[in-house]
Nanobody, 123 residues
């Protein structure tokens, strides 16, 4: 059974940092493209970042470029999203998603999703 579990969310002050993790079970994460998405209250879901199977290809939304870093450790079956210089507008539920035959070249609905972790940026 394919399962993704996010962790690492919480309350942080503006300018702070968090690292989100996406732990995979039931499949080999290294065979899958991984995406990070977020959804703030009352807003549409936004693709934040994406990483190819090997880690060589990456995508970042313009709103997070230079502040967020996506990575993966295929040996640990885990992907990460390091978030620095956090802003109140980064407040959202963050989801990781996976697709075995996916691509980071476009935004689309990946087949496997975690349940999300809440990030709140507030003083």
């Amino acid at each position: 059974q394919v399962q993704l579990v996010e962790s690492g969310g919480g309350l942080v002050q503006p300018g702070g940092s968090l690292r989100l993790s996406c732990a995979a079970s039931g499949f080999t994460l290294g065979d899958y493209v991984i995406g990070w998405f977020r959804q703030a209250p009352g807003k549409e879901r936004e693709r934040v970042s994406c990483i190819s199977e090997s880690g060589a290809g990456m995508y970042y939304a313009s709103s997070v470029k230079g502040r967020f870093t996506i990575s993966r450790d295929n040996a640990k079956n885990t992907a990460y999203l390091q978030m620095n210089s956090l802003k109140p507008e980064d407040t959202a539920v963050y989801y990781c998603a996976a697709d075995r035959y996916g691509t980071c070249a476009m935004n689309y609905d990946m087949p496997y999703w975690g349940k999300g972790t809440l990030v709140t940026v507030s003083s």
